[in-house]
């Protein structure tokens, strides 16, 4: 097994030691989660998946639990001079053109009704939501306009770990509206916001699967898997319909209804801070 | 040499892209084949798909 | 009350075992609620919400996976704990364990000496994805209808611009570097080009060839329209180019309906100019027009693979018209058949599930036997009006729309044609059915074991009736094909069709019977 590809985070940190061992948390077909010796998250896709924070490619696709098994300790080629890497940020995305108010609004508005039309009904999009969820969602769209970090917080605790999969819903949800935040306040600096993904971070300390809170932790750093910084890179670069479309596809064939979740997080906040920014309600809404 | 003159003399790999019973007969032939699973984008919805028409 | 939990700790499911779970416990519809999740405080709030929490599952915790459900009594909750457990369980996920992307692009990134696009997908899509393909630099070939005319000639000429190949809109047939793609049989490598415009056609052609001592080099496929005044043979044209200079291909067969007589023309224009030798089927078309641009023309399929094949081998090629066997041998078994009709039994029924194997049936037919109703008859007064129901002497084309809509295409079920097997031997004006049998990729692995029931119903039927039902058939198939063509030719014997080695000569024997019966 060879390691082709990583992502430039990982890489920088495992280069300040020798070569240590990694212990298996999650093994599925075509992905592996470890732990570091000191409980960093890192995982492992087959050849042709999209890389994942912390992530590593390898070059085969075979059913990775047959050379993994839970609780395992194994040493990885991580230290192959050969391995190519990649930075998954979504604040060091450089782009030629940037997309006018006009077309974010246009695919935002392409991205809500898909989302409406396609739904899985597990997704949070069709599915009905308890009281309590309700009442949280209500709060953290209140505190968000307001930009006040404790309400957003006791919003997130009331939301995370809610919902089915490795990573709920919510979290899936929160993930990306943080990640659209990002890169929109790296991209339009002007939007002022004080950065709520650090208290989204806390809240879910504890509450969540690891999995799930290493996704919002990598988020909070504006880190994302391969095809979610695709995705954000066509929604703020001017692309074509095609592109844009193509790229929102990808995302939404994550997971069973993480792509779905998470992009509804990205379209609610997209649709807040365009608001914002055009103060009050947008012409195009 | 014409484009379709060098596909005459390369191994033919292809990109399969709808019915997959294509895909399996090309692998039970031990053809080079990937299969797209391929899926209307705006979930087959010309609205939809109008919309993304707006874009300048 | 059938409350029940199931807990595994520390554990992780992907999403698609998830949803099998999700979708086993829905299915039965006897569970009334039901959580399946990981243990967080949330969804364990919601489990309890819910009326679900178990004793077992307040111990749990984030990272422990969960079913929580709640069944009427009828059901048995152990046996459906048990189901779960199973489907968590399984090793295997799915047979291929090939990455599947998404999109072309994303499978040019798996694949990026990819080649060429093969697209199945519906027509109204197909503009798109392949104007795409097209601009990676890839060779594509249409195998969906329903594309406009305008749509095919845009795709064309960009693909001319290109120098690439545009097999399509609705394209069945190729085979490109001796790989069949899509409906296309298994050809002896040869020295014979064709670039066809009509599926069964060229498959006729090719498996022909290939029965004569013949092979393939390349076989292009066109499209239905390529020869249509509005596209005006782009692909064909393309396709002469590329067989002209392609080593291996020392003869050029073209097949096609007959052409717009402007785009007729221009095709002969440019067969005047080759340097190697063109057989052309402009299936019914004007011979003497051929043979004026110095080409071959031919009287049927069967005879274009006989010429080609004559001049592959650098001899000169004569008509081939007659039978395999000797035609007095093929007297008798005329004679065999017609003695055992009743005095009512006088009309032919033709059941075709290739088009332009129904055409040339159509066409030999209407010749010597006079008018042939249809579901695409020769002139329109000859129309059925209930395509589901023969008149008189009658040839259906059972893979156009009117008898697909959906259903799958009789080369790949043939359950429609069985049934109308089953509709003609009821009929006791019939004497005769007429039929092809069409192996190779593409087409259902036992084509001829599905009709055998139908072939034995209609026969008996008509012998209980006191009378003989003769059918008729030639098989489309080589040995190369993954069906077993001994096999689908002795079933058919045993089941009393006879077997004539191509659908020209199954026709004229047809013809004959018709002809010894008046």
């Not at chain 3, 650098?314 to 055992?340: H, L, Y």
């Not at chain 3, 040839?395 to 429609?416: A, Q, R």
């Not at chain 3, 198939?477 to 020209?504: H, R, Y």
């Amino acid at each position: 097994m060879r390691i082709e590809m990583m992502d430039h985070h990982l890489q920088r940190q495992l280069s300040h030691e020798g070569n240590r061992p990694f212990t298996v948390h999650s093994v599925f077909t075509h992905a592996c989660n470890f732990l570091t010796e000191e409980g960093v998250w890192v995982t492992i896709v087959s050849q042709h998946r999209r890389l994942p924070p912390n992530g590593m490619r390898i070059d085969h696709n075979r059913d990775l639990r047959t050379q993994f098994k839970q609780g395992e300790r194994v040493f990885l080629p991580v230290k192959d001079p050969e391995i190519r890497v990649m930075k998954l940020d979504v604040t060091s995305l450089s782009m030629k053109e940037k997309e006018t108010r006009r077309n974010q609004s246009i695919k935002l508005e392409y991205m809500k009704a898909c989302l409406d039309e396609k739904g899985m009904p597990e997704s949070l999009v069709k599915r009905e939501l308890p009281g309590g969820i309700e009442g949280s969602l209500r709060l953290l769209e209140q505190s968000l306009d307001k930009n006040s970090l404790e309400a957003v917080k006791k919003a997130a605790q009331g939301l995370i770990g809610f919902g089915s999969g490795l990573t709920p819903s919510m979290d899936d949800y929160l993930t990306g509206r943080i990640l659209m935040w990002k890169a929109w306040s790296t991209n339009f600096p002007e939007t002022a916001e004080e950065d709520y993904s650090r208290v989204i971070e806390e809240a879910g300390r504890g509450k969540t699967t690891a999995a799930s809170e290493w996704m919002i932790r990598f988020a909070a750093e504006g880190r994302c898997s391969e095809e979610i910084l695709c995705f954000i890179d066509c929604f703020f670069a001017k692309s074509s319909g095609r592109e844009f479309e193509e790229a929102f596809h990808e995302v939404l064939q994550i997971g069973s209804t993480s792509g779905e979740d998470l992009m509804l997080g990205m379209v609610k906040e997209g649709t807040r801070l365009l608001k914002k920014v055009e103060g009050g309600s947008s012409k195009w809404d | 040499m014409s484009k379709i003159n060098e596909l005459f003399d390369s191994e033919l790999r292809v990109i399969n892209v709808g019915l997959e019973s294509f895909s399996k007969e090309l692998k039970m032939q031990k053809k080079a084949v990937v299969h797209v699973e391929w899926k209307p984008v705006a979930g087959g919805n010309k609205k939809l798909a109008d919309i993304l028409n707006q874009l300048s | 009350m059938g409350l029940k939990s199931y807990v595994k700790k520390n554990s992780y499911y992907d999403s698609v075992v998830l949803m099998q779970v999700t979708k086993e416990l829905k299915k039965s519809g006897e569970i009334d609620e039901v959580i399946v999740g990981m243990g967080t405080e949330l969804n364990k709030e919601l489990a309890g919400n819910l009326g679900l929490l178990t004793d077992e599952l307040k111990e749990i915790t984030a990272n422990d996976f969960f079913v929580a459900l709640d069944g009427k009594d009828t059901v048995d909750m152990d046996e459906v704990l048990v189901a779960i457990k199973e489907l968590l369980n399984k090793k295997k996920t799915s047979e291929d364990e090939d990455y599947r992307p998404a999109t072309v692009k994303s499978a040019l990134k798996v694949m990026p000496e990819a080649n060429l696009a093969l697209f199945s997908i519906p027509g109204e899509y197909a503009f798109d994805e392949v104007k795409k393909a097209l601009n990676e630099g890839l060779h594509v070939m249409l195998f969906s209808d329903n594309v406009s005319m305008e749509d095919e000639k845009t795709l064309k000429d960009l693909a001319k611009e290109k120098g690439l190949l545009m097999m399509g809109p609705d394209c069945g047939t190729a085979i490109i570097n001796h790989t069949p793609l899509a409906f296309a049989n298994v050809i002896k490598p040869g020295n014979i080009g064709i670039v066809g415009a009509s599926g069964t056609g060229t498959q006729e052609v090719s498996v022909l060839i290939d029965k004569f001592g013949g092979g393939t080099s390349q076989v292009i496929g066109t499209g239905g329209r390529d020869l249509k005044e509005e596209i005006g043979g782009t692909m064909m044209l393309m396709g002469i180019d590329a067989l002209e200079a392609d080593e291996k291909t020392e003869v050029i067969v073209l097949i096609s309906k007959p052409p717009h007589i402007s785009v007729a023309k221009r095709i002969l224009e440019r067969v005047k100019k080759c340097k190697k030798p063109v057989v052309v089927d402009f299936i019914g078309g004007d011979q003497e027009m051929i043979r004026s641009y110095g080409a071959y023309p031919c009287i049927s399929l069967e005879d274009t693979a006989h010429k080609a094949v004559a001049l592959g081998k650098r001899e000169t090629p004569g008509d081939f018209t007659g039978f395999s066997m000797e035609e007095r041998a093929i007297d008798d078994m005329v004679e065999n058949e017609v003695k055992q009709y009743s005095s009512s039994q006088k009309y032919l029924r033709g059941l075709y599930t290739g088009g332009t194997l129904a055409d040339e049936a159509i066409m030999f037919l209407s010749e010597s036997v006079g008018g042939i109703y249809s579901n695409k008859p020769k002139s329109p007064e000859l129309k059925l009006e209930d395509v589901f129901k023969s008149k008189e002497h009658t040839v259906v084309d059972l893979g156009e729309d009117e008898f697909t809509i959906g259903k799958p295409h009789p080369m790949i079920d043939p359950s429609n044609r069985a049934e109308r097997m089953s509709q003609e031997g009821k009929d006791d004006e019939v004497a005769v059915v007429l039929m092809d049998m069409v192996l190779g990729y593409g087409s259902h692995e036992d084509p001829a074991g599905e009709m055998l029931e139908s072939i034995r119903e209609a026969k008996e039927a008509m012998a209980a009736g006191g009378g003989h039902l003769t059918v008729v058939a030639s098989v489309c198939g080589t040995e190369g094909d993954p069906q077993d063509l001994e096999e689908t030719e002795s079933k058919l014997k045993d089941a009393g069709v006879i077997l004539l080695p191509s659908n020209a000569q199954a026709v004229k024997f047809a013809v004959k019977i018709m002809n010894r019966m008046s």
